[in-house]
């Protein structure tokens, strides 16, 4: 609103014998309408990235979850702070229908016209310079029934998060959620990445493991029923695969984000975590698993 009126937004109040204008508001797109898809997203994460740093609230919310600066720029963290829309041209506009018809496409808007991930902290998922995923997580703890915390992109998952960890280890870290990931990248262990949850691990990250040759997976899965199912399952399955899975013990009924925040610093605490990994095969541990 203020921005609308330090354009020159037309009065409240109808003035006597002013002149007519145009009642579309005037502010600066984020986007480029023309873009392909592939740039439309990057423009959009960088949109919610300039958004979270000026959000007192949701800076607040990434603080409280232990994350740190270094990894907001990294990562490109953003937030969806519901002004999206007032930067689209009108709805009844041919570009601003034709702009939200793609947005909706992309899953960034609904078919009411609200954006997906209102009032979410944004966790992109980029490889390659090409956003892939992305993930919401609801700042506000009180939300009407049935409202979701998390959010991800409609349709299947796809990328790997922080793939470059990959690229410079055999051994990585495997979290159920991206927060969780974070954490331990934000206590200094950079060698992790995350599996969208306990539906299923994607194909992507198993196809990347296999393509760099991981030799040893850290499951970090919380320590619930749920957890403790899906970590077990999936270690079944990378253990076929030629990769030895151990697991990581935090007190139970935690998550990695939950512990780290409980028992500070969390460089320390974490690291005790991974040396007291607990092999998951059959028989003897091969060997200790390597710490980077």
Same mark, same amino acid.
């Given at each position: 609103?203020?921005e609308?009126l330090q354009a020159?937004?037309?009065p409240l109040?109808?003035?006597?014998?002013?002149?007519k204008?145009?009642t579309?508001?005037?502010?600066a797109?984020p986007?480029d309408v023309?873009?392909?898809?592939?740039?439309l997203?990057?423009?959009i994460?960088?949109?919610?990235h300039?958004a979270?740093?000026?959000?007192p609230?949701?800076?607040?919310?990434?603080e409280k979850r232990?994350?740190?600066l270094?990894a907001i720029?990294?990562?490109?963290?953003g937030?969806?702070n519901r002004t999206l829309?007032? /930067?689209?041209?009108s709805?009844n506009r041919?570009?601003?229908?034709a702009?939200r018809? /793609?947005l909706q496409?992309?899953?960034l808007l609904?078919g009411?016209g609200h954006?997906h991930?209102?009032?979410?902290?944004v966790?992109?998922?980029i490889n390659?310079?090409?956003?892939?995923?992305m993930y919401g997580r609801?700042?506000?703890? /009180?939300?009407?029934?049935?409202t979701?915390?998390?959010?991800?992109?409609p349709?299947?998952?796809k990328g790997?998060?922080?793939?470059?960890?990959l690229?410079?280890?055999?051994?990585i870290?495997l979290?159920?959620?991206?927060?969780d990931?974070l954490?331990?990248?934000c206590?200094?262990?950079?060698?992790?990445?995350?599996s969208?949850?306990?539906?299923?691990?994607?194909?992507?990250p198993?196809?990347a493991f296999?393509?760099?040759?991981?030799?040893?997976?850290?499951m970090?899965?919380?320590?619930?029923?749920a957890?403790?199912?899906a970590?077990?399952?999936?270690?079944?399955?990378?253990?076929?695969?030629?990769?030895d899975c151990?697991?990581?013990q935090?007190?139970?009924?935690?998550?990695a984000?939950?512990?780290?925040?409980s028992?500070?610093?969390?460089?320390k605490s974490?690291?005790?975590?991974?040396?007291?990994?607990v092999w998951?095969?059959?028989g003897?541990?091969p060997?200790k698993p390597?710490?980077?």
């Open positions: 609103a203020v609308l020159d937004y037309p109040a109808a003035a006597v014998g002013s002149v204008r145009s579309v508001p005037k502010l797109q986007f023309d873009a392909e898809d592939a740039a997203l990057n423009q994460i960088d949109y919610y300039e979270l740093k000026q959000s609230d949701a800076l607040a919310y990434v232990g994350l740190t270094e720029e990294h990562f490109k963290l937030f969806a829309g007032y /930067r689209l041209p709805m041919a570009a601003g229908a702009i018809g /793609r496409r992309l899953g609904r009411s954006e991930f209102r009032g979410s902290l966790i992109p998922v390659d310079n090409q956003v892939l995923e609801k700042i506000i703890q /009180r939300l009407r029934k049935g979701p915390y998390h959010l991800y992109l349709g299947p998952h790997v998060f922080n793939l470059e960890a690229k410079t280890s055999k051994e870290i979290c159920e959620s991206l927060i990931a954490t331990f990248w206590a200094g262990y950079r060698n992790v990445t995350a969208y949850g306990i539906e299923g691990f994607p194909a992507e198993l196809a296999k393509q760099v040759g991981i030799e040893r997976i850290l970090a899965y919380d320590r619930d029923h957890g403790e199912n970590a077990t399952a999936l270690a079944d399955k990378l253990i076929k695969e030629g990769m151990y697991r990581l935090f007190p139970k009924g935690m998550d984000n939950e512990y780290a925040l028992v500070q610093p969390a460089s974490l690291g005790i975590v991974i040396r007291s990994a998951l095969g059959k003897e541990a060997e390597v710490t980077v």
